[in-house]
């Protein structure tokens, strides 16, 4: 705003307030984004984790049909 009839500026409490609670604000949405990403790749290893037990699962399946083929086929 600058000076205004020959008197300087200053800043009032309530614009004060308002700075801090934006600044708390602005911590809390970046301590928010840090825990979304550290979920996010949790649940990015928890889905490599549940793929590859899908995997084995289905490996040991064929394995044991393939072995009963095996066993079948003289």
């Given at each position: ?24 604000a602005e911590l809390q949405f970046a301590?928010m984004n840090k825990r979304l990403d ?29 072995q009963g083929l095996l066993v079948a086929?003289?």
């Amino acid at each position: 705003m600058g000076e205004r009839f020959g008197f300087e500026a200053f800043d009032c409490a309530p614009a004060l307030r308002l700075e801090a609670h934006e600044r708390v604000a602005e911590l809390q949405f970046a301590a928010m984004n840090k825990r979304l990403d550290r979920i996010e790749e949790m649940i990015e290893r928890l889905e490599r984790r549940l793929w590859l037990t899908v995997y084995g699962v289905v490996a040991v399946i064929l394995a044991q049909a393939f072995q009963g083929l095996l066993v079948a086929v003289p």
